[in-house]
């Protein structure tokens, strides 16, 4: 099924931002003039974005009962200056994104959690994901705590798009940013999570959150480079069942990738599925700007690298979702199309072929005449 991929038109592939209509106008509608992108007339994106109404950015998505939800975060245009912890990303609640098919009309839901409602979170309510056990939604998602410590929560809901109820405390044991939670055939769910830099897994190196530690990572480019967390779920999906563990990622000699190896090594946004058996685990690298893979025989790993999924996007970050529907896979990620600002991003969807021996095809993100 070497189908060409799907091109979603939510404006003319030949940007011109104002015609996009938006009830949150775009960041370069109101920005000031030395704030404003440069034109782009004739640049051309292989997808256009699912929703302008606001700005949304790392997509989880998921099917369930044949509808396709999407779980991302809200990107709002803070005052907060640009550095590299990310504290100009001030999202603080969630929205969820529907549709029956992929390219068909996108439903925005109202808000389904807001900062204000998590007893111990303070700002910051960066990428989040969801499963579903029984009757039950479980929305989970990083927020900076009162002494400014990322941890993972996790809300509830009877409906896929809420509104969810969140627990009191966050999740035991949990630290950093960035939950994927994936349920493998036997029904035992995992959570991965981590990223560096602004994600803070340099700063709980020890299991103690350590506000004075790194910046960056390790700072030891000939080391093995910080890993991802994974750690099985309870059976009732709200704390870990396990102390978290590495997810260790080996290059074609069975070594762990090294923190210097900047176009391979792990920074964030963890995706975990199964194709043909195998384990995929994906990521981003962060300052490289790549979405890359590795393939494993165990939820638990250890993954051999095999390959980038997306080239990198316009706009600083890029974090996406990979998802099977009525026999063909989608990948969901985001850029920086209606903004031209790191921090106000769009998600977008593109299809995604596999190679007969079970490796990806790159997807560059523009289209090349």
Sequence with gaps: ????????????????????????????????????????????????????????????????????????????????????????????????LSMDEIGGPVTLHPVALDVSQVPWADKQMWAPDAARKNDTYFLYFPAKDKQGAFRIGVATSKSPTGPFEPRPEPIKGSFSIDPAVFTDADGRTYMYFGGIWGGQLQRNTTGTYDPNGSKTDLQADDQPALSAKVAMLTGDMLEFAEKPRDVVILDENDKPLLGGDHDRRFFEASWMHKYNGKYYFSYSTGDTHYIVYAIGDSPYGPFKYAGRILEPVEGWTTHHSIVESDGRWWLFYADSQLSGQTRLRNVKVTELFYNPDGTIKTIDPFVHE
């Design 1 to 96: 099924m070497n189908r060409p991929p799907l091109r979603l038109l939510a404006c003319s592939v030949l940007v011109v931002l104002a015609a996009c209509s938006s009830k949150e106008p775009p960041a370069a509608a109101g920005a000031s003039a030395d704030q404003q992108p440069p034109a782009k007339a004739t640049r051309q994106y292989l997808s256009q974005p699912l929703v302008s109404e606001i700005y949304t950015a790392d997509p989880s998505a998921h099917i369930w009962d044949g509808k396709i939800y999407v779980y991302p975060s809200h990107d709002i245009d803070g005052t907060t200056p640009e550095d590299d912890l990310g504290a100009h990303f001030e999202m603080r609640d969630y929205r969820i």
